[in-house]
């Protein structure tokens, strides 16, 4: 790539970035686009913005930047204020970085007179930018000092930040934790691997027992795991016949205008897709659907409750402490049967992984893990052809027809400089899901969990094929001839390729942060769904409501694309100085956005204190070493003697993460009695806390009817009905 | 060496093992040795034996043999019983090992018949032994089959047994924790790294304030740690004068004989040695200086109490459930402070360690580790040329005077035999004192723990030195010259080289169960040093008791030993099977006689309650994967072409390992609360078990003076005197 076709993917990318920030500013005036742009606010029961409804432009960059990290916990809680900690954590890694590498490094190559060894081979190539970059100094020069120090710098630097980093994100979680808000899940427990039980109790009676023995004073009541399928599934089928109910209401009631007062009753066909069979009333079908299933659901309810029990159970405590200290105890003789773990969120409870046995985890686990290696592994490949094999002289030659449309200049050029990398974006959007999947499959309790496993995979994903494969790949591509006919220059080549491909992880970076955010402020693709939505298919409010609800942030895929780009300026941070700035833009552009985002749109679900954190912390480790690795080899390419003084980089690195987890680390895998000891507001229902667990296909349709799933369920005296 | 020479070795060891029996069988027979061979019995007040005076002579092999697991426990403690189960579990291995690996492989080997080709180039060396080893088969021959499938059964035995001793341990573990008596240590726990108290209070006041906000209904009281240096050093000095003064009484009333009825006092001179200075009256001078150190005593400990707690405490709680609890919980939001662990037995609490703080000892365990890795490092040059050095031919030329001595045949045979595995047991026996000091430097807070930690150390120090250091070393200097002349021979001589160096090794585990259990069982040093020390010595009944104190088993250097023999066994198990009954015998001897040193001699100076298994256990593996990897790079080296099946058998133990600790560990490392929660026999004296923690140089002289640590210690209101 030359320099020109640089600019212009600059250029187009900031164009881009702009028509969309200023088709937000005049979209989100709009009130009819407020559940669009202000979900998160709506939802809450505030206005969409506050102050006079006039109001500047750009007033959402000052709300954004104005905003306190207690704002977006009131907002949007702890997991979304972490995610904020992390971006500025690598902000200021970033910053502080530049500060010192920019001034120094990039004079340091540019006054360098080159001498034009290894531009005779590839003839031409090198483009202004390269020559700002380490690719520049020749080997042996005293000038690698500095690239050195350099190396040292950014370190230290990220060591200093991500400690302080630690330090904050574990303050913040204690004092989310400490707050006197009660919160069920808090009062509660997850028991899994719960044995055989040798005298033939139920298992309700046998939690029940266990728990009296031990927790005698504290113990509040269990809740046995029950295999909700069926239930479930006939629960889902009567909420559709609702939904379906309430919209040919709608449509009913619609019909109903001045000319035709009595309407016209809404009919649909039985058969395939709506297409086919037999005509009905929709109203007196569903009615009649509904009234059919609603007994059908109480006695699989009741079936599910006394016969379906499994060995998992979530226990009830009256006292946080008592919870706490419960859920980090060995309980068992043999620590593999009645497994005592924090309990996660109602919400989040995937609830059909709970009672997978201890030994079936451990194989569903290490499946998972060869699985996710060889797919990783086999990935390696293609993705090192895509960078090779996607410029337009290979596209001409397999697709023809665009011939005339390519020779366009300015097309020509847009294209050369965007197409490898929609491509890896395009090839990477594919994976996430999959890997979630995966990650499910290990047996894992609870969403946010399953989150971060994905987000691990993601993220090895990534750096490994990614960075390395477009590295090495497209280094070895764009030499390949070279090696042919000089195979003993190979290395030294590969050593110019390093920083030659730094120009296509600039392209990547830019496309990524000016359209990625731009997109992503712009919220066109929700915009545009929910306008057609609400035209053709919405009747409802709820089916209204269901139409523009916002999401959550998915970190499962935002972290490891981060991560990514932290992976790719950190490697080139010394290497070609000019990515950092990119960088810069990159999460400083990425903060704001999502800061507004944040506090306006995205609602989260789920909620995990925090314990995302340790994962990002140990991840920016491993780019950091990565990059350490790099620096090392690359020097060595340089035939620099002193090289050898970036031996001890990784071991601190390795040094530092294992001092961080022993100080930090338990207090995030639980936690801790101080902090669960402080006082909640008031004197929690224990009623409501146990209800909150109740799984929706199990709570009861009638407010009078809550005893047998009460009793079922809890075997506790009646002390009120169960209601949804 | 030649056959002839081991199979005097033999001989000559078996003939020493049966003299130091029978040595035995007639010494322990004699009433005025019974505080030699019974002080076990006698200090818990049992008679010697049990049944008629004149018994049979070999009554202890039977005693040996019948007494039960119970009745080890009961007269040794659990952790006896453990090492126990790992004798067994090792006999059982090599036994279920050697009835199938014996009667295959050994004719397999026997029957072929070598083509001469190794044995040109090391003419005649080969012994007669070595024709039923593995070296014996050609290269390629599919009689290497027989050999594979022995090291796959080898592995899947040592599996299997050590399975079932894992799961045996732990409810032997279980079943002691579970006892209905009281144990001080069962209501304690241990808390290290007390935080800098930011509101000015003393520790006591901070650690009871802590404590009793977060187990408020639990927390009996706390015991601070004190700096004891000062205290400790006079309390020493008053117990010698107390010594010397029951000494000097002793032999004044032995002076008053009848002719002399008013007796002759004891003098003795201040100055060094005794030897020069004031000649005093002993009596008077110890009654003076123990009149003079009693109030400095008090006064001292006053000071020790008040103003030189530390950061560290022992915190005592109402029930075991609650200890129990408490020491696996994280307390602190920041867990590098408020470290809560069990508490040990008070008996082995290593004092003065237990107010190092968190990071000193993570720095000093670095240290330690480093050091102990460069000792095990540069041990094994000096420790290979042992091997090879020490040979007749050797000591002939430095030692030219013991020419006359060496060329008499039968020593000659003698001295070859012995001398270098002579050497090598010297050269290990000075180690472990040294390896116990760093450990203890690590900051470790138990006896117990320190114990564990050292014997880790001497067991990668043993495998790695003289196991390894003694083949490679051996092998390659012995094939010194060959390789000189031929050096791309090199690899095929290391192959023939480590079957040829079974024979030393077959030595070595000879003499030391012959020799080695023989002086175990016949005592014969204590024996002569309790005699002596009786005649001329000691003259109060505190003195012979000191004198015959037995000590006790002395796990840190015990299990590695065995370790190293079991590393040996299995290694040579396939290739030369002929070393599987040696290792039955010391196995089996070893049992035998120390079950009868356990139930007779030994008193146990501390109790862990079986915590030594799981690094047993784990070691076992970690010589079982010595034994895959040697096995694999000697299949290679015979250039047999199915090798690769081995490959999985590392794996295999890796993952056993990983899957016993998942299944077993924890129960280990902390008590499960389903068997903290037994009732026990009676309600606990919470006064008693406070008291029992009280180092000795804190306890009050006199009954009624307790007060001043009473409320020092404790700042409860009074509640009785603090007793010795």
Chains 1, 2 share one sequence.
Not at 593 to 599: F, K, P, S, T, Y
């Amino acid at each position: 790539m030359d320099f020109s076709s640089f600019v212009t993917s600059l250029t187009t990318s900031f164009v881009i970035f702009l028509v969309l920030m200023l088709l937000y500013v005049w979209l989100s005036r709009r009130p009819g686009n407020n559940v669009v742009y202000y979900p998160n606010r709506i939802l809450k029961g505030l206005e969409p913005w506050e102050g006079p409804k006039s109001r500047n432009p750009f007033a959402w960059i000052g709300e954004a930047v104005s905003s306190t990290e207690a704002d977006v916990i009131s907002m949007s809680g702890v997991d979304t204020a972490v995610y904020f900690v992390f971006l500025s954590s690598v902000l200021a890694i970033l910053v502080l970085s530049g500060l010192v590498l920019l001034p120094v490094l990039l004079p340091v190559a540019a006054t360098e007179k080159m001498k034009s060894n290894i531009n005779s081979t590839s003839s031409g190539n090198f483009s202004n930018l390269d020559k700002l970059s380490m690719g520049n100094i020749p080997n042996r020069s005293p000038r690698l000092w500095a690239y050195l120090i350099g190396t040292y710098w950014v370190t230290f630097v990220t060591f200093y930040i991500l400690w302080k980093g630690y330090k904050h994100v574990s303050d913040l979680r204690a004092r989310a934790l400490m707050s006197p808000e009660v919160k069920p899940e808090q009062f509660a427990a997850l028991v899994r691997d719960i044995p055989q039980d040798p005298e033939g109790r139920t298992r309700k009676e046998q939690v029940d027992s266990y728990f009296k023995t031990i927790h005698s004073e504290t113990f509040y009541r269990s809740m046995v795991v029950t295999d909700n399928k069926q239930a479930n599934k006939i629960w889902e089928e009567l909420e559709q016949y609702r939904k379906k109910l309430a919209h040919a209401e709608a449509i009913f009631t619609a019909s109903k205008t001045a000319g035709k007062p009595e309407g016209t009753r809404p009919t649909n066909k039985l058969g395939f897709l709506g297409l086919v069979g037999k005509k009905v009333d929709t109203i007196d079908y569903c009615n009649e659907k509904i009234n059919e299933l609603i007994p059908k659901l109480e006695s699989e309810q009741k079936t599910t409750v006394t016969e379906k029990q499994q060995a998992a159970a979530i226990v009830f405590f009256n006292s946080r402490l008592a919870a706490a200290s419960a859920a980090q105890a060995v309980h068992a003789q043999m620590p593999d049967s009645w497994t005592v773990t924090e309990a996660p969120e109602p919400r989040q409870l995937l609830w059909s992984n709970l009672a997978i046995k201890y030994y079936e985890r451990k194989i569903r686990q290490s499946i998972v893990y060869v699985f996710v290696a060889l797919v990783i592994f086999f990935y390696m490949i293609p993705i090192g052809f895509i960078s090779a094999f996607t410029t337009l002289e290979n596209l001409k030659k397999l697709l023809p027809f665009l011939k005339s449309i390519i020779n366009i200049v300015q097309i020509k050029t847009i294209l050369e400089a965007y197409l490898p990398q929609i491509a890896l974006l395009v090839f990477l959007a594919l994976l996430p899901k999959f890997l979630m999947m995966l990650s499910k499959a290990e047996g894992i309790p609870s969403e946010a969990h399953a989150v971060r496993a994905t987000s691990g995979k993601y993220f090895y994903f990534t750096v490994l094929n990614v960075f390395i494969g477009v590295t090495v790949g497209g280094t070895l591509f764009s030499t390949f001839k070279t090696i042919e006919k000089q195979p003993n220059k190979a290395v030294s080549i590969l050593g110019t390729g390093l920083p030659a491909n730094a120009t296509f992880f600039l392209t990547f970076v830019a496309l990524k942060f000016f359209v990625g955010y731009g997109l992503e402020l712009s919220r066109l693709v929700p915009l545009i769904i929910f306008h057609l939505k609400r035209k053709y298919i919405c009747k409802t409010e709820a089916e209204l409501k269901e139409a523009w609800a916002p999401g959550d942030f998915g970190y499962g895929t935002r972290v490891p694309n981060d991560m990514l780009i932290i992976t790719i300026v950190l490697c080139y941070s010394v290497i070609a100085p000019i990515i950092i700035p990119f960088g810069v833009v990159y999460f400083g552009l990425g903060w704001l956005i999502l800061r507004n985002q944040a506090i306006k749109v995205y609602v989260p679900s789920y909620e995990s204190y925090g314990r995302m954190w340790p994962h990002m912390h140990s991840r920016i480790l491993a780019s950091l070493v990565v990059y350490q690795i790099t620096m090392l080899g690359y020097f060595v390419l340089k035939e620099f003697v002193y090289t050898i003084l970036l031996i001890p980089l990784p071991i601190f690195s390795i040094f530092f993460a294992y001092v961080c987890s022993g100080k930090f680390y338990r207090s995030f895998s639980s936690t801790p009695l101080e902090v669960a000891c402080r006082e909640v507001k008031e004197i929690p229902n224990m009623e409501s806390i146990f209800r909150a667990f109740v799984p929706a296909c199990l709570r009861s349709e009638k407010f009078d009817d809550g005893d047998q799933f009460e009793d079922a369920l809890g075997q506790f005296s009646r002390t009120g009905s169960l209601s949804i």
